[in-house]
């Protein structure tokens, strides 16, 4: 190994140490009983494993049906997402009409708009709508759609464009090349924006902050925080709690992994 290459090994090893030291602490608290949590020096690995926390947390909170209100809400909220995206993703990557890059620009320069922004209109729909303390409002894509838009019409432009008039002269469909060959084309793009934004609507905290306050819809990762302030001090019960709202994350993200991979090659090479 070279020097350059032994530096360069260093210093990721050194970025991936300091990104998972704080799940590292979040495990090791959460294994700890609470006898354990105030003593001095602190321990890392913990003297006794303990799942008082675990039994705790769900005691104290329903932390079964908000894991099942973000599965609800981030799952729905993706589907629907890329119904509304593709259609457009595939007209401004695949066809030319009149202002198509005056539109595109826009969706790009919506991109940078926050959500705090627009979330005082946006509460004001949602009221006149009855989405207040409901699903609808947590479900609705109001900037995942933008961004599935704007991933999805960099990876549609990859496919060449051979491919698409030999189906038009063929008598393929718009619709038909869309769901026949483009999409088929792109599967782990689609499946690496479908995570992207399962991950924001799972963890999503401004918005539930907004026009929630009934515990029955809380989303896992918001209703753990939203809660926390009842439990000062029992940390191994919120880091128990953090635990859980991350694992379900990490294995999916383990199960697309590769098609995540792919994709982000894929883009870095023809992009």
Known sequence: ???????????????VIIYLFPFLIAFSVAFKP???????????IPRSLSWEGFSQLFVS????????????????ATVLALFLAVFPAYALSRMKF?????IYRIIISSLMIPLAAYIIPLFLIYKNLGWINSYYGLINPVS?????????????????KEVEEAAIIDGCSRIRILFNIIIPNNIPAII???????????NMFYLPLVILDDPQYYPVAYGIVAE??????????????IIITIIPLIIIYFIISKHVIESLIELGIKG
Request: charged share 15%; net charge positive; no cysteine.
């Open 1 to 15: 190994m070279h020097e350059k290459e032994r530096l360069s090994f260093l210093l990721l090893l050194i970025f």
């Open 61 to 76: 909170m329903p932390i079964l049906r908000w894991v099942f209100n973000s599965f609800l809400i981030s799952s729905t």
């Open 228 to 241: 926390a302030g009842k439990y000062i001090g029992y940390y191994n019960l919120l880091m128990s709690g």
């Open 34 to 44: 609470f006898s354990e949590l105030f003593i001095f020096p602190p321990t890392i």
């Open 144 to 160: 995942e759609s933008i961004y599935a838009v704007f991933f999805l019409t960099q990876f549609f432009k990859a496919l060449p």
């Open 98 to 102: 009149k202002g198509r890059d005056l």
């Open 192 to 202: 690496s924006v479908s995570f992207l934004i399962f991950l924001w609507k799972w």
